[in-house]
């Protein structure tokens, strides 16, 4: 059983340019969790979405970032016109019920956006 | 509101010692702690989980944790470190606004031979 599946691993953008993150979840995981680490940080949370639903944005910056779990495929986080501070690690984390306190979120190797 | 204080941001042990981190948690019902590792470049694996039960808690890899509700803390341990143990260690909290977890900010283990 393969684990949460993130791509690419590293990912290089210049100002301003698009940074697309992708995760795809274990199998039979419908749930998807986006986390942010900055340098020196812990991890931060972003977004919690179910299949095709939005469930908790609280975590998003307000601007550039957007995230989607399709019916089929896997769950994107999109950063627009990235900006030297958008460098950071992401992870996604998935697990097999959502919204409750007792999840175990199973965590991706996370995608290393650095920005120049 | 919700928060999870690691109070040692780097410890160092020598391989063989015992090792215990803190974890000091702020919440107002019955928490739902975790903690995770995670080696350099790589993602985070779950070490060991707190739900309810027996304080003591009993990981992977010879790690265990104790949840002192009078303290507010869940600090992990294990009784001899090797240096494959070296690596970064967040406590975290399950949030009660849609299971999101609440990490705290890490401590560095470093393991001297």
């Known amino acids: 059983n393969a684990g949460v599946m993130q791509n690419p691993r590293h990912l290089v953008r210049r100002r301003g340019q698009e940074a697309r993150l992708r995760c795809s979840p274990m199998?039979?995981?419908?749930?998807v969790y986006w986390y942010r680490q900055l340098p020196e940080e812990g991890l931060k949370f972003m977004v919690y979405?179910?299949?095709?639903?939005?469930?908790?944005e609280s975590g998003m910056p307000k601007e550039r970032f957007s995230a989607e779990f399709p019916k089929e495929g896997p769950s994107i986080l999109r950063i627009q016109q990235v900006v030297r501070g958008d460098s950071a690690a992401y992870f996604c984390?998935?697990?097999?019920?959502?919204?409750?306190?007792?999840?175990?979120?199973?965590f991706g190797p996370g995608t290393r956006l650095t920005v120049l | 509101a919700q928060s999870v204080t690691q109070p040692d941001i780097h410890i160092t042990v020598s391989e063989g010692a015992s090792l215990e981190l803190r974890c000091n948690y702020s919440?107002?019902?019955?928490?739902?702690l975790f903690w995770y590792v995670q080696s350099p470049g790589q993602g985070l694996q779950l070490l060991l989980k707190?739900?309810?039960?027996?304080?003591l808690v009993q990981g992977i890899k010879g790690f265990e944790a104790e949840f002192k509700r009078s303290q507010s803390s869940f600090n992990l341990r294990k009784p001899s470190v090797h240096w494959s143990d070296a690596a970064e260690y967040f406590c975290a909290v399950g949030s009660n606004q849609g299971g999101k977890l609440i990490f705290g900010q890490g401590t560095e283990l470093s393991v001297k031979p």
């Open positions: 199998k039979g995981h419908s749930h």
């Open positions: 919440y107002g019902a019955t928490p739902y």
């Open positions: 979405l179910q299949k095709e639903n939005i469930i908790d």
């Open positions: 707190y739900f309810s039960g027996d304080t």
């Open positions: 984390a998935s697990s097999p019920l959502g919204g409750q306190r007792t999840d175990t979120q199973y």
